[in-house]
């Protein structure tokens, strides 16, 4: 059971705002950078975000990021056909000594 | 270009050993931290070990500590992962990653370990 949560699910139509949150604590993202991941079917976690809102090289910049407190967010802007995969926030965790990965969000495309 | 490739997956039986060898190529690997993620089937991303350049700190996450050991030679470009008195909930595919300030900024495609009888 991850101590990071995310909803199971988001979706929307192409051309809409998708948000998707990252729930933690004060050892985690209260405390340390969040990183999200997209994972498309069948193939290995790609870097989307690090530093709680850059943006990796050669990613969209429809998609966004932030922090506040003890929590975060990935927001895709125009949803695309092509985001249609699973995310996942991430962070180190102070109390426990390990990277915690968030529960992943499955989103689909309407 | 960054290159990272795991390899030694397969099926063993509950209690065996197995290990896993990621091989890195088109950056300086002994200055990058390197860690092991996993993800059993339809499951999410759990991390499971890091360890620095130097080798001098190593990281394991509590599902795998005293079981599974890190280790890396620089001079081939290589990590590897020691896996001993393997479960069935150990059953997931392995990846390696390159691991920055506190993020993962690239992976391999993974290898596959199966745990049964």
């Known amino acids: 059971q991850s101590v990071v949560t995310q909803p199971p699910a988001a979706s929307g139509t192409p051309g809409q705002r998708v948000s998707i949150s990252c729930s933690g604590g004060?050892?985690?993202?209260?405390?340390?950078?969040v990183s999200w991941y997209q994972q498309l079917p069948g193939t290995a976690p790609k870097l989307l975000i690090y530093?709680?809102?850059q943006v990796t090289g050669g990613v969209p910049d429809r998609f966004s990021g932030s922090k506040s407190g003890t929590s975060a967010s990935l927001a895709i802007s125009g949803l695309q056909s092509e985001d249609e995969a699973d995310y996942y926030c991430?962070?180190?965790?102070?109390?426990?000594?390990?990277?915690?990965f968030g529960t992943g969000t499955k989103v689909t495309v309407l | 270009e960054v290159q990272i490739v795991e390899s030694g997956g397969g099926l063993v039986e509950p209690g065996g050993s197995l290990r896993l060898s990621c091989s890195a190529s088109g950056f300086p690997f002994a200055t990058y931290t390197m860690s092991w993620v996993r993800q059993a089937p339809g499951k999410g991303l759990e991390w499971i070990s890091s360890m620095t350049n130097s080798g001098s700190s190593i990281f394991y996450a509590d599902s795998v500590k005293g079981r599974f050991t890190i280790s890396r030679d620089n001079a081939k470009n290589s990590l590897f992962l020691h896996m001993n008195s393997l479960r069935d909930d150990d059953s997931a595919v392995y990846y390696c990653?390159?691991?920055?300030?506190?993020?993962?900024?690239?992976w391999g495609q993974g290898t596959l370990v199966t745990v049964s009888s």
């Open positions: 530093s709680n809102y």
């Open positions: 004060y050892s985690n993202i209260g405390s340390h950078s």
């Open positions: 990653a390159r691991e920055l300030q506190f993020y993962f900024d690239n």
């Open positions: 991430a962070a180190w965790d102070d109390s426990l000594n390990v990277y915690v």
